[in-house]
């Protein structure tokens, strides 16, 4: 079984997901499954090498997730460099992707149940997936998992107020926060079994109420998979 928790910054997804670990009575593999190479458990080794030159350029963390939707970016004409950029980048992210999930697939033949740290189709659904006037890399990468890529067995949505989530992580704004509040709910009509788990409880409510929702998936109540 695969669990996803996901969640705007602040929602408390990597904690959660740690403690998973020891809270539920069966083996289970954590997996990272975000844009941060520096946050990545398991990553190519072509994705730390692109982290690596980018830091030596002085880029900060890559944890910023998908870009801010269309509407709010200035159009810039793209240059064949930057095209060839595009596809080498969209190339080496489809490949990272795919041998995260060849982890994952390794592990649940094991049987063990993986819990993955954020998700790529569900943080870049909105923009990649559904997202208007997208570049042509953005659109096959949403192709991609939209149709090929395995989505997770359940996806547990973190959620908090947006004035919770800024106060605890002090990135973004409200309105962006609100935004991606919007948009990870949207992926209740996608996801084949999602849940909401309300964040703003203590940490370790929260871990066994995810716990919970997992495990009445794998005791044979009639929705394991």
């Known amino acids: 079984m695969t669990v996803a928790l996901i969640g705007p910054d602040g929602a408390g997804k990597t904690t959660v ?3 998973l670990e020891a809270e539920l009575p069966v083996p289970v593999t954590y997996l990272y499954m975000g844009v941060n190479a520096d946050a990545s458990n398991r990553a190519l080794p072509t994705t730390r090498l692109a982290r690596a030159v980018k830091r030596r350029r002085g880029h900060g963390p890559d944890d910023a997730g998908p870009p801010p939707p269309p509407s709010e970016r200035a159009a810039t004409p793209r240059s064949f460099t930057k095209s060839v950029r595009a596809a080498a980048r969209l190339a080496n992210r489809l490949a990272d992707e795919w041998y995260r999930q060849l982890l994952a ?121």
């Open 17 to 19: 997901a740690r403690q």
């Open 105 to 225: 697939w390794r592990a649940t033949r094991r049987g063990e149940v993986v819990v993955f740290d954020r998700h790529f189709f569900a943080d870049y659904h909105a923009y990649d997936v559904e997202g208007p006037a997208r570049p042509l890399s953005r659109r096959i990468h949403g192709f991609v998992l939209a149709r090929a890529y395995p989505k997770p067995d359940l996806v547990v949505y973190l959620d908090a107020p947006a004035e919770v989530l800024l106060a605890r992580k002090g990135e973004g704004d409200v309105a962006a926060l609100e935004r991606r509040r919007g948009d990870y709910r949207r992926l209740a009509d996608v996801a084949p079994d999602f849940v909401q788990v309300d964040a703003t409880r203590p940490t370790d409510e929260v871990v066994r109420a995810v716990a919970g929702e997992v495990m009445a998936r794998t005791t044979g109540d009639g929705s394991g998979r």
